[in-house]
């Protein structure tokens, strides 16, 4: 598995169907288990649980993200001192 250099934490919900996932914590994953009705809420507690001054939020529908991507947007987010960073749609 290749990595960004950034601290990783798995968020998920409290779902027994989320149990597969939350036992990466035993590979020494840190996993964070939040509400599943409320994302935004989990995305905030798990931010605050882990102290990150800023969050990079990769979703299961979208597994295959470009780690190059990833750092290059964390680094223009930084710079800019930006309350928010995305990926801009392009057109089709």
């Known amino acids: 598995m290749r990595s960004t250099g950034l601290p990783v934490v798995l968020a998920t919900s409290r779902g027994a ?4 996932l939350a036992s990466w914590r035993a590979a020494g994953l840190p996993v964070f288990r ?10 905030w ?7 990150a001054g800023a969050v990079v939020r990769v979703t299961g529908d979208n597994p295959l993200t ?4 990833v750092q290059d947007l964390v680094a ?17």
């Open 17 to 20: 169907d989320n149990d597969l």
């Open 76 to 92: 223009a987010h930084v710079t800019a001192d930006a309350d928010y960073t995305y990926v801009p749609a392009t057109p089709s």
């Open 45 to 51: 507690e798990c931010a605050r649980q882990h102290a």
């Open 34 to 43: 939040g509400d599943e009705d409320d994302v935004l809420r989990g995305t």
């Open 66 to 69: 470009d780690l190059e991507t």
